[in-house]
């Protein structure tokens, strides 16, 4: 394998990892979006909820 070839691999390899790494990147901040918007959907559906433990059996 000549350098020209090589280096032309190496590059693609490198491209093809950062790509992989920002659409990771882009999916976890859609995750974290999401975890946020249902967190206050759950709050708004009652304040109150989880705020009391019934100790009564």
Do not use: Y
């Amino acid at each position: 394998m000549d350098i020209a070839a090589l280096s032309t691999s190496m590059s693609q390899a490198l491209l093809s990892q950062n790509v992989g790494i920002d659409v990771a990147k882009m999916t976890l901040d859609n995750e974290q979006q999401n975890a946020a918007q249902l967190t206050k959907m759950i709050q708004a559906s009652d304040p109150n909820l989880g705020n009391f433990i019934d100790l009564k059996g």
